[in-house]
């Protein structure tokens, strides 16, 4: 299951509750707009992905195993091999190593 798109839904999801309560839901837009980069969560410290996880309603006690799934290494080669992420990209914070064959 791509945990990535299980956030942007639970995110979309919140912002139609939010509307339908007529609560601010300035927030969460703002964090849509973020999620269309895929590489998000590889950009940003442990802290601001626990503050977006949180705002869309990921439960505290689950914040570290969704927050490990959505940067562990296979999502990063992934992402590298679809050329989301550069090996050489200094805005990439969660990095893994890259092997060259020779």
């Not at 703002?30 to 998000?40: F, G, N, P, R, S």
């Not at 689950?62 to 989301?84: A, F, M, S, T």
């Amino acid at each position: 299951m791509n945990e990535f798109k299980v956030i942007e839904v639970m995110n979309r999801a919140k912002i139609e509750v939010l509307k339908d309560k007529k609560e601010d839901y300035s927030l969460n837009q703002k964090i849509q707009e973020y999620l269309k980069d895929e590489t998000l969560f590889f950009r940003i410290n442990k802290e601001k992905a626990y503050k977006i996880l949180q705002t869309i309603g990921v439960k505290k006690e689950l914040l570290e195993e969704v927050y490990k799934k959505l940067i562990n290494q296979d999502v990063y080669y992934d992402l590298l091999n679809r050329g989301k992420i550069k090996d050489d990209d200094e805005s990439v914070i969660v990095k893994y190593k890259v092997y060259r064959a020779k």
